[in-house]
């Protein structure tokens, strides 16, 4: 395989997974501008999530063209460290990895800082030193680093950053990682992480080994629903950002909220029992919640 088959396959590996996410990436209706650099900071977003859960392509070809020696490709944190210094590059240099390749004029045509680069690599750093979140403030505060900075890039992105909007983009990506976490948390598990603050597991009499079980018992539930009403909130209090803009952005920030509302309704509809699989919204499901986003209704 040339360098460029191993660049093409190292992207397509990455940006091939936006059709699985819970919200659009990238949708059709976008100006051409807009997807490319929304589909380059995609393409970082996953990349690394992707170092901090071990999910990246077998063979060990990212951490390669990272510079990461063979015997350190399975370190998740040598990897991540030889990602900053990659994406260092990108701001001042010529990066290695075609990722970032690809993210660097977006960059430099945006106008976009290290910052919210940055805070997505230190939460997956965060991942593998910590496993465990005493308090709701605790997960919000890996939630600042883990999400928020995805809503943030969209605006940027897009030209329509405002102090306001960028309050209610952080909601928004609070409440959709808190979903995600719920629909994950038997997966989350497996990788023995628990994303459901300590706080609440006692309050609810939910031990550790509950969260093992095939399905979930009466406690689990009644956590579950707990933490899903805090993330339904929270889309929410969000959802006035889509009301702010105006046309094709709003149609795409009305995907982010009814994609993260329609997961809330699809984990209640399975009694709130996560643990068997993650519970997805139909697509009616989606467009119901979206066009209810659109009219500005609960």
């Not at 091939?16 to 970082?44: C, H, I, Q, S």
């Not at 999530?49 to 063209?65: E, K, M, S, T, W």
């Not at 490709?73 to 690809?102: I, K, N, Q, S």
């Not at 939910?206 to 889309?235: N, W, Y």
Request: proline share 7%.
């Amino acid at each position: 395989m040339t360098g460029t088959d191993t660049a093409t396959a190292l992207e397509r590996a990455t940006l091939d997974k936006a059709a699985r996410e819970n919200f659009p990436v990238a949708p059709f209706f976008l100006p051409r501008a807009w997807r490319t650099d929304l589909m380059a900071v995609y393409g970082f977003a996953r990349l690394v999530d992707d170092i901090g859960d071990g999910d990246l392509a077998p063979g060990g070809a990212d951490a390669r063209v990272l510079g990461v020696p063979p015997e350190r490709a399975d370190d998740r944190l040598a990897v991540l460290d030889a990602f900053e210094a990659d994406l260092r590059r990108v701001f001042d240099g010529t990066p290695h990895h075609p990722l970032l390749r690809r993210l660097q004029p977006t960059v430099r045509r945006r106008g976009l800082t290290p910052e919210p680069f940055l805070g997505l690599i230190a939460a997956n750093r965060q991942d593998q030193l910590v496993t465990r979140y005493e308090t709701y403030d605790d997960l919000r505060a890996y939630c600042e680093l883990s999400a928020n900075p995805v809503g943030r890039l969209v605006l940027a992105v897009t030209g329509t950053e405002t102090p306001e909007r960028i309050r209610r983009s952080d909601a928004v990506c609070t409440g959709l990682q808190i979903v995600e976490h719920l629909q994950d948390v038997a997966e989350d598990l497996g990788r023995d992480r628990i994303y459901l603050p300590a706080q609440d597991m006692k309050r609810f009499h939910v031990q550790e080994s509950d969260l093992a079980a095939p399905s979930a018992g009466a406690s689990v539930r009644a956590l579950v629903a707990f933490e899903a009403r805090r993330a339904r909130d929270l889309l929410n209090e969000g959802a006035p950002l889509v009301g702010s803009v105006h046309g094709r952005l709003k149609l795409l920030l009305a995907g982010f909220v009814a994609g993260g509302k329609a997961a809330v309704r699809a984990i209640a509809a399975a009694d709130f029992d996560v643990l068997p699989g993650p519970p997805k919204p139909g697509k009616l499901q989606l467009l119901r919640e979206a066009g209810t986003t659109l009219r500005g209704e609960g």
